[in-house]
């Protein structure tokens, strides 16, 4: 209950620490900085005392230590920041008289809070020593594990499901059997993998007690390996269990070792070996070396770790993923266990409730029986299943009846560090079903400090690691992936955030407030206002509060908000993303410490000049606002990583102006720490070019406005930039020529390129960007085809072609763009023939054809993309749609795309045709189009 907050007192004590060595100190900040040092020491020893306790239960003395350290803990990360708050930011000032004058007038102000910061540590110390009192009387009676031979306490849960019960997987199944008793010669090692509460032990337990399957080798033997294990003792355990299958004695010969026994044994045997649950592949490096590569045996691993799995398994193809059961096996299996009585029939009263807490569980067969099982002792009343559905959170909560799925989920929970904890709790903060963007996630996380730089890392790289280990873990579910493979938004599933609220209770993590009448009697650090949140009570703390989110924020709590910005000065996050604000809210940037600050999709007009305050700003999100000029005092903002702003206004189909960006008149020159920036406008003179010379931690660069003549200062500046990755570019108007083929040295780090305007040919460099993963060429009308040039490329996923040739005939030649998934072609007035010769783009997934009128008759070649699913049509020409109809003379070709969908503009709303082979008939629909 403690681990966190003291993690995160730890990191403020280093930020406060490293602010001193940089700083003047004075006689007065030399004894303070001693006592923050005392205030270290004190914090490393603690969280060493709460890791010796990890896991620790029954304790109720033990408890309340912890929620007294980690109130301290809080305490002590309070007065840290208001050091911090209270000492003059001296990259404030880009110049040193006014930097000096500041500075001085800073100290006359904020001189008597720092004096009596003294105080307030004096008042920690005190709790301090009672905390250590409490603990020598806790040891005594408690000593707890030793240092050198501490172990965790092991939540074991008993599977719920039964052999008989297992439903679902079927396809899996199959060939997961098929695989265990193939014949194949020599060691073959089988990986089943999936979230906690997949069925992943049921699956194979279902497989391995079938007398038809042990039968055909001669020893068999099933270990739980869990997260804390001594080898020695699972080799003994795996020995026992090999002899007892061939009822044989257990070996006594204490000259030989566990592992040279078990080796023994083994030897010139066929066995099959089950082990049940690893959690690190360093496990398995300790477990491999034991079984030999004998004749025709079998291992099988389960895991939550799709990492562990692709090392334990023999090759790819022997991972076995269960992410959930489909729905009619879930709901099959939920009837089975909560209307025994009833030869698993819902009763029609009952059915709009049972599909609703059905739909919680989210193919969990784990969950769907626990819940099942609840439900079958409850009375068949409507309203009674409507009320355990609406509750359904709090029922999975410690000591409650559904406490067996909160089990399921403690242990990969228990297995996290600090930071991918505070990583893994802060999806508390979005409501049911809510998937949060990639980057988005990333910026908060980095913000929060869960991740640092380090090594040769940025922050936001080592965040990007910690949401791949959460999602490898399979503790977080990716709603959507990009073509490049990395994920797109991320949620959690609906159970395991009823779990991870009631962990944030415990660590008194998160405060969310869905109601008007939410109360909340502890110190809040982070929160996340929803919905239905129409107003804030007036009696609880906001003081202390770090993060707040407003997530449907309505107008009749703006007061509110208002109220807790004046309350809150040690504010790092502020997320007022699709708030209903017209106007920048001017008590914001009285929040010096602010670290993240997003007013996305708001309806705000202008940024303050006052914006300079926030010295500590690191990221500034204006996407979809209607600011179109920053304040020159943003180039005070010394600390930005990121600064986005722009507004896409797309009406039907994309534009040439459907993206506006924004003037920046300042020096951004001095924004050395920018990673992002987009979307700027160029003025004519360029004047802003010179300026991002010096910004050579960019990676993500967008400008519009270019002219012809800025073509040397745009060159100059771009190979500065050894760190881009997402380079965009856009001319001044749809004429204007988009000089790029002066760049002689583009940087090789671009991963994503988007050239808007004219261009007299594709440049040469283009086809040396080896990893270039996607490309847009939009309104070039080039004279040649830029296929040639692009099909090099060898690690190209999207490719977005806009208007940009306007030649007859598109050809993709033989073995080109071998890694292509997703192909747009939009906007070709002259075009009429496509062709995919064979062996072209064999990973394309998606294929989007847009307004181009002349073309009538289908991709010549279509029928040789087997990977194909998705083929979308805008706007085409009546005769194409006509051919790709049941019956049409191009329907063949087509017959082996699942999804294929035709567009047509009515009346500035779209109607849709389905062409799937699965609907015949037509459908319409009203919508605009996004």
């Not at 280093?14 to 060595?21: D, P, R």
């Not at 440049?763 to 490309?775: F, G, M, T, V």
């Not at 023939?833 to 072209?840: E, F, K, L, M, R």
């Not at 047509?904 to 008939?921: A, G, M, V, Y």
Request: net charge positive; hydrophobic share 40%.
């Amino acid at each position: 209950m403690a681990e966190l907050a003291v993690t995160a007192a730890l990191s403020s004590v280093q930020i406060v620490l490293t602010f001193f060595q940089i700083a003047r100190s004075s006689n007065h900040r030399r004894d303070l900085q001693n006592e923050i040092v005392e205030l270290k020491r004190w914090l490393k020893a603690i969280k060493a005392f709460i890791e010796d306790h990890d896991g620790s239960e029954g304790s109720s003395t033990l408890q309340n230590q912890m929620e007294d350290i980690r109130d301290v803990a809080y305490d002590i990360e309070d007065v840290l920041d208001e050091i911090v708050l209270h000492s003059p930011p001296y990259t404030f000032h880009n110049h040193e008289i006014t930097r000096q004058l500041h500075n001085i007038a800073h100290n006359l102000y904020h001189g008597f809070p720092l004096q009596g910061i003294s105080d307030k540590i004096a008042t920690i110390k005190e709790k301090i020593e009672d905390i250590k009192s409490q603990r020598k009387t806790f040891r005594d009676s408690y000593p707890g594990p030793s240092s050198s031979s501490r172990t965790r306490v092991q939540h074991r849960v008993s599977p719920l499901l039964l052999d008989d019960e297992m439903v679902g997987y079927e396809e899996p199944k199959k060939k997961f059997i098929h695989r265990l008793v193939d014949g194949q010669k020599g060691l073959v090692r089988l990986a089943v993998v999936g979230p906690g509460g997949s069925g992943k032990t049921t699956f194979v337990k279902n497989v391995f007690w079938k007398r038809g399957i042990r039968g055909r080798f001669d020893c068999h033997a099933w270990v739980h390996v869990s997260q804390h294990f001594n080898v020695e003792e699972l080799f003994i355990n795996m020995l026992k269990q090999f002899c007892y299958s061939r009822k044989e004695p257990y070996p006594i010969d204490d000259s030989l070792s566990p592992l040279a026994k078990l080796q023994n044994y083994l030897a010139g045997k066929k066995f099959v070996l089950v082990l049940d649950d690893i959690w690190r592949k360093e496990h398995w490096d300790d477990i491999k070396a034991a079984f030999p590569n004998a004749f025709g045996c079998r291992i099988v691993v389960t895991t939550t770790s799709s990492t562990v799995a692709s090392v334990c398994a023999s090759s790819s193809d022997l991972v076995y993923s269960l992410n959930g059961l489909e729905w009619l096996e879930g709901w099959k299996l939920f009837c089975r266990n909560a209307f025994p009585d009833s030869n698993g029939e819902c009763p029609s009263e009952l059915k709009d409730s049972s599909v609703k807490i059905v739909k919680r569980c989210e193919g969990l067969p784990f969950a769907i029986v626990a819940v099942g099982g609840v439900l079958a002792q409850k009375a068949r009343l409507p309203n009674e299943w409507e009320r355990f559905h609406n509750s359904l959170g709090y029922e999975i909560g410690s000591g409650s009846k559904l406490s067996v799925i909160s089990n399921v989920l403690l242990p990969g929970y228990m297995d996290l560090s600090s930071n991918l904890k505070s990583c893994f709790l802060y999806f508390s903060i979005f409501p049911e079903d809510y998937s949060v963007k990639r980057g988005r996630l990333i910026r908060l996380w980095v913000a929060e400090r869960f991740a640092t730089a380090r090594d040769e890392k940025t922050a936001e790289e080592i965040a990007e690691d910690y949401l791949d280990e959460l999602i490898q873990r399979n503790l977080v579910h990716v709603s959507n992936w990009d073509f490049d493979g990395r994920p797109r938004s991320i949620r959690v599933l609906n159970l395991v955030l009823k779990f991870i609220i009631q962990k944030c209770k415990d660590e008194n993590f998160t405060s969310i407030f869905r109601r008007a009448n939410t109360c909340q009697s502890q110190k809040i650090r982070r929160l996340s206002i929803h919905n239905d949140c129409t107003h804030l009570p007036q009696n609880s703390d906001f003081q202390g509060v770090r993060s707040m989110f407003l997530l449907g924020l309505i107008e009749s709590s703006l007061p509110d908000f208002e109220r807790i910005l004046r309350k809150s000065k040690l504010q790092k996050v502020l997320d007022l993303q699709e708030a209903p604000l017209a106007e920048f809210p001017e008590d914001i940037t009285n929040l010096t410490l602010l670290r993240y600050l997003s007013l996305r999709d708001t309806k705000i007009t202008k940024i303050p000049s006052s914006i300079k305050k926030l010295s500590y700003l690191e990221t500034l999100d204006l996407r979809q606002t209607d600011i179109t000029e920053l304040p020159k005092e943003i180039s005070y903002l010394h600390n930005l990583c990121h600064l986005f702003a722009y507004k896409y206004n797309v009406i039907n189909f994309v534009v040439f102006d459907s993206v506006r960006g924004v003037k920046i008149p300042g020096e951004i020159g001095t924004l050395t720490n920018l990673q992002d920036l987009s979307l700027v406008i160029v003025d004519a003179k360029g004047r802003i070019l010179e300026h991002l010379k010096k910004l050579s931690q960019l990676r993500k660069l967008g400008l519009t406005g270019l002219l012809a003549k800025h073509v040397e200062a745009l060159s100059a500046s771009v190979e500065q930039m050894k760190n881009i990755r997402t380079l965009d570019l856009c001319s001044a108007s749809k004429a204007e020529y988009l000089e790029v083929r002066a760049l002689e040295n583009p940087p090789h780090t671009l991963q994503r390129l988007y050239l808007k305007g004219r261009l007299g040919e594709l440049p040469r460099w283009i086809s040396s960007l080896n990893n270039l993963l996607r490309i847009g060429l939009k309104w070039s009308k080039m004279k040649k085809s830029p296929l040639p040039a692009l099909a090099p490329l060898p690690n190209l996923v999207q490719l977005q072609l806009v208007d940009c040739y306007i030649g007859e005939e598109l050809i993709f030649e033989a073995e080109c763009f071998k890694k292509l998934k997703n192909l747009e072609i939009e906007e070709f007035s002259t075009l009429h023939t496509i062709v995919i010769q064979h062996g072209a783009m064999p990973d394309l997934k998606e294929i989007s054809l847009r307004k181009c009128p002349e073309l009538r008759m289908f991709p010549l070649g279509i029928h040789n993309l087997a990977k194909i699913e998705e083929l979308t049509l805008y706007d085409m020409a009546k005769e194409f749609i006509a051919r790709l109809r049941r019956n049409g003379e191009d329907r063949e070709m087509v017959s082996h795309i699942p999804v294929i969908h035709s567009f047509t503009l009515k009346n500035r709303s779209w109607s849709l045709e389905n062409l799937s082979d699965s609907f015949s008939s037509r459908s319409s629909r009203n919508s605009v189009f996004q």
